[in-house]
């Protein structure tokens, strides 16, 4: 008998022999499968979770290496290791790293001894757990807003080796307002500030500065008798008032902060316009010099300073840079050295006139009598200024400077007295219309175009006056304006003002009056309605409240240093030096476009091309500037 071969088996058993088998692995892979979620979301939400939670909880940020790369550190002083540590958290709430309150009558007060909303100290620390993925890495923004990673050629873990890196990580909390604009107030002692506003006598030889620091600095109201103010928000303010007005304006500023590991920039709050005239007149020079050299001893000692040596810091002066360079240590040479020491070199010092051939000093706006308190206030006053009728065509309030052969002002008043569209208020002795702040606005409201050749110096206060009343400025030196505030004034100067050089009327007597006449009735339009449009950014906002939306000179000011102090550090993170840096060129650098690191030849090279000493600095400007602006003060206060 043949054995029968599976080949003979029936199709129909084979068929049902399968199929059997297939439904059982089926019903196996299901369970096994369903098992195996089960599992999977009970690892996910119970184990990992917790484990989550616990590693959240004990993380601990890591210590951070402060110690800056020595090629980019300052070589002007030498920076104690012991300062190399970061801001010890310990300190934060004592009273020295708290700034100070303002009374209304403008005394600074230590108090803050409650914590005010507009300081952030809840900022939270950076995520460790990211520190070596792109993200972590501080963002730039572009013009169109979108923000761009940068620093690329640096590892994460490098840059952790920066002290500074958590302040640049602070603008990639796209939910914090203040994220990248935080500031640090340091809590000077009162001998730095306080103490000189309640011996305010003793602040001029010839002006009681007293009522002048009343109101927070804004000094005593005037009264709109004649009609040419607003009903609120004008004040007597002395020229030289910054210092204290600054100060106060940022204790309301909104991004202060007592976590100093934040800060983009720190503030030093000591009123160094005030201190140096004290001691201008009958003094010796380390009398001059005590204070400043005081303040750097006490801020180089303490932890913020260590972090970049000072670069990171800033301070304001009322005062003209010519103050603050004294070029010797004789008894006879003028004001003090405070921008000379080396420690200062690192800082930048904020001053109405600064110097075109030092680098760590920057124009700010002379300050203006008027002080909103609030939009509306500017927004009306602009509005008032639109409308005017204008029935001078130019217009000087000045007095001639027959001391010095250089000065066009004498030619200047010949010309607006043989014009009759010109008008004339003349400065000099027994003159009380040019100090009246009633006149002064009056006239420049009624002019198209205001004259604004040098003064004792540079610059003066009444080109601010002149911009405040909508009238255009004119200018015959680009030092006065255009190389100053570059921070606050277009750097496209023909859409505000119009340049004639001193040259033009010094040797070529131009006349003003055809030169004005050559700009079309439209232009002029057009150009009061560009310089209308800056009031906003010129004046100083009432620093016992807030623009709700505008902003004022302190504000673009602040906003600028933070910009240095950011751009700087990127620039080290970066490995960026600028070792084409040529100090004595420092005005033409501020005028470079975005993106530009090297300045060449220029226009205005001969009107800065003067004999200089060795510290860069004209000497003819330095002392004897500074010198005739006091002369001028006592004359008008005689």
């Not at 550190?73 to 970061?86: N, W, Y």
């Amino acid at each position: 008998m043949r054995r029968r071969t599976a080949s003979n088996v029936p199709s129909e058993q084979m068929e049902k022999g399968t199929v059997k088998n297939q439904n059982t692995r089926l019903c196996f892979l299901v369970t096994l499968s369903a098992f195996f979620w089960v599992l999977l979301l009970y690892f996910h939400f119970v184990v990992l979770g917790s484990s989550t939670v616990n590693d959240s909880v004990s993380l601990q940020p890591g210590p951070v290496n402060l110690d800056l790369n020595p090629s980019y550190l300052p070589d002007i002083h030498q920076i104690d290791s012991h300062l190399k540590t970061a801001p010890n958290r310990e300190n934060d709430n004592h009273p020295e790293s708290v700034p100070a309150h303002v009374t209304d009558a403008g005394q600074m007060d230590s108090g803050f001894t409650s914590k005010p909303s507009r300081f952030h100290d809840d900022h939270p620390a950076p995520n460790r757990e990211n520190d070596n993925h792109p993200e972590s890495v501080p963002a730039h923004v572009t013009d169109a807003g979108q923000i761009d990673s940068g620093f690329t050629s640096k590892p994460s873990r490098e840059m952790e080796n920066y002290p500074f890196i958590r302040a640049l990580r602070t603008v990639e909390n796209r939910s914090d307002p203040c994220g990248g604009r935080y500031i640090y107030v340091h809590d000077l002692p009162p001998r730095f500030n306080e103490d000189m506003l309640k011996k305010c006598r003793t602040l001029s030889l010839w002006t009681n500065m007293c009522k002048f620091t009343t109101n927070a600095g804004l000094g005593p109201p005037l009264e709109n008798i004649e009609g040419v103010f607003s009903d609120t928000g004008w004040y007597a303010t002395n020229q030289f008032a910054v210092d204290v007005i600054f100060s106060n304006r940022m204790k309301q500023y909104e991004c202060l902060t007592h976590d100093s590991s934040i800060a983009a920039a720190i503030f030093v709050p000591f009123y160094a316009g005030f201190d140096i005239a004290r001691y201008l007149w009958g003094y010796n020079i380390s009398t001059r010099d005590a204070a400043s050299l005081d303040l750097v001893d006490w801020l180089m000692k303490r932890p913020e300073w260590g972090i970049m040596g000072g670069r990171d810091h800033f301070l304001v002066a009322g005062r003209i840079t010519w103050d603050f360079r004294r070029l010797s240590d004789e008894e006879s040479d003028w004001g003090n050295k405070l921008l000379f020491l080396p420690a200062a070199k690192n800082m930048s010092m904020l001053v109405v006139e600064s110097s075109p051939w030092n680098a760590n000093d920057f124009g700010i706006p002379y300050p203006t009598y008027f002080h909103p308190a609030k939009d509306a206030d500017v927004f009306a006053w602009q509005d008032r200024m639109r409308k005017l009728e204008r029935k001078w065509l130019f217009s000087f309030a000045g007095a001639p400077r027959p001391g010095n052969p250089k000065s066009i002002r004498g030619k200047i008043i010949n010309q607006c007295k043989k014009s009759k569209v010109g008008k004339l208020l003349e400065c000099d002795f027994g003159e009380s219309k040019c100090h009246s702040p009633s006149s002064i606005m009056q006239m420049f409201q009624s002019s198209l175009f205001c004259l604004q050749p040098q003064g004792d110096s540079y610059t003066r206060r009444s080109a601010f006056d002149a911009m405040l009343a909508g009238c255009i400025p004119v200018f015959f030196h680009p030092g006065s304006a255009y190389t100053q505030y570059t921070w606050h004034l277009p750097k496209n100067y023909t859409n505000y003002s119009v340049f004639i050089p001193e040259d033009d009327i010094r040797k070529r007597n131009v006349s003003i009056e055809e030169r004005l006449l050559q700009i079309s009735s439209e232009q002029v339009k057009i150009m009061r309605e560009e310089v209308i449009s800056l009031i906003p950014r010129l004046v100083y906002a009432d620093p016992r409240s807030k623009l709700e939306t505008l902003e004022d000179a302190f504000d673009v000011a602040v906003e600028a240093v933070i910009d240095k102090v950011t751009k700087l550090r990127r620039d080290i993170i970066e490995g960026h030096t600028d070792e084409n840096f040529i100090e004595e060129n420092s005005w033409k650098y501020a005028l470079l476009e975005e993106g530009q690191r090297e300045v060449g030849p220029h226009e205005w090279d001969p009107f800065f091309s003067k004999p200089k000493d060795g510290n860069g600095d004209s000497a003819d400007l330095s002392a004897d500037a500074a010198k005739n602006s006091w002369k001028n003060e006592q004359r008008h206060q005689s």
